[in-house]
């Protein structure tokens, strides 16, 4: 059997940035003479990419976010895409158990490549992928299934033998276009409906292991 490959998501999957995420939106917000978002409402602006978030965040004070207001929150958020950010609970183990069990892994997001490489080697897990496919990596983002197959081949997998882990409901489309089953991460930012169509849900990052044994046999 060929070596199976877990495709993650990052923002809300691997890694809990909202902190920096709103961080960074709100500084410009500010600058523009708007008020600054609650965390738990920049959540749902999260998983369609940088620009998207911010035209989001102007859009509910009806107001249209320019390329500088995209500029500026990329230089706040590229200054600084660490302080409060942190993996979820059990997320180190269980990748270094499935590097262990023989799991293929590949980081498939929608956040611009430079700080999802920092953002990794900051939690010292630089080595453990096999390709990072990012926002920037090619024409196509999720939810477009190339964004994933583009992935998952420059990481030496196969689709028959993958699966897609992620908290937002263009995860679960992507790896459906894809022919890959997925995971839903319902400890992420995504809302329960957006598990749809995946394989499975996992509630913490400790069931992983034991749902992709009952997905990929």
């Known amino acids: 059997m060929p070596m199976p490959t877990l495709l993650i998501d990052l923002d809300g999957t691997l890694v809990d940035s909202l902190p920096a995420i709103a961080r960074a939106l709100n500084e410009v917000l500010v600058a523009r003479g708007l008020a600054p978002l609650a965390p738990r409402e920049v959540a749902r602006l999260v998983g ?8 989001r965040a102007f859009a509910h ?11 500026a929150f990329r230089a706040a958020y590229d200054a600084d895409p660490i302080t409060g950010c942190a993996l979820y609970p059990g997320a180190a183990e269980t990748l270094a158990a499935l590097a262990a069990a023989g799991w293929r892994l590949a980081l498939c997001t929608n956040k611009p490549g430079q ?17 990072i496919g990012a926002g920037d990596s090619f024409p ?12 998952l081949a420059a990481a030496g997998g196969e689709p028959g033998h993958a699966v897609m882990l992620g908290d937002h409901a263009n995860d679960v489309a992507a790896a459906t276009g894809a022919g890959v089953a997925a995971i ?19 509630a913490d990052f400790l069931a992983v292991p034991q749902l992709l044994a009952g997905i990929i046999r």
């Open 48 to 55: 369609d990419g940088v620009a998207v978030l911010v035209r």
């Open 61 to 71: 004070y009806q107001a249209e976010a320019d390329e500088p207001a995209l500029a």
């Open 115 to 131: 700080p999802a490489r920092r953002m990794i080697e900051a939690f010292g897990l630089g080595e453990r992928f096999a390709a």
């Open 140 to 151: 196509y983002r999720k939810p477009d299934p190339r964004h994933l197959l583009a992935t």
């Open 184 to 202: 839903f991460a319902a400890w992420g930012y995504g809302a329960p409906e957006m598990a749809a169509g995946s394989a499975a849900i996992a």
